[in-house]
C-alpha cells in the first residue's frame, strides 16, 4: 500500500512540472505573439483572415528563424570562447575557434573548465 501511495505521489509531482512546463511554454508563446503585433503593422488583422496554410507558413518561417538565431548564438559563443582562452598563457594547444578537433575533454583547458567541481581536473 506504501508503495502505491509513493507512486502517487511521484506522479502527481511530475504532472505538476509538465503543467509548469507547459505554462512557461504558452507565457512564452503569447510574450512573443505581443511583440509580434507591436513589431509588424497589421498583424493581427492578416492573422483574423488567414487560412490555416498561411499560418502553417507563418509558424514555419518564425520556428526556422528562432532556430538560425540559436544556431548562430551557439557559432559566435564557440569562436569567442576560444579566442578568450586562447588569450590566457596556460592555454596549450590553443583553440581552433573553427574546428572541433580540440574540444571537450580532450584538451586539458577544456577539461578543467568541464569537469565539475567535486573533482579535482589535475587528479583524474
Request: charged share 30%.
Amino acid at each position: 500500500m506504501e508503495d502505491d501511495d509513493s507512486d502517487d505521489e511521484a506522479n502527481q509531482a511530475q504532472t505538476k512540472e509538465e503543467a509548469a512546463e507547459i505554462q512557461c511554454n504558452c507565457d512564452r508563446t503569447y510574450g512573443a505573439y505581443k511583440e509580434l503585433l507591436k513589431t509588424i503593422p497589421g498583424f493581427q488583422e492578416k492573422l483574423k483572415i488567414a487560412g490555416g496554410e498561411v499560418l502553417t507558413t507563418y509558424y514555419s518561417i518564425l520556428t526556422k528563424g528562432a532556430n538560425d538565431a540559436r544556431s548562430d548564438d551557439i557559432s559566435i559563443l564557440k569562436r569567442s570562447i576560444a579566442v578568450w582562452l586562447n588569450k590566457l598563457p596556460e592555454t596549450k594547444p590553443h583553440f581552433l575557434p573553427d574546428s572541433c578537433s580540440n574540444c571537450g575533454i580532450q584538451h586539458n583547458m577544456a577539461g578543467k573548465l568541464l569537469c565539475p567541481i567535486e573533482f579535482e581536473w589535475d587528479d583524474l
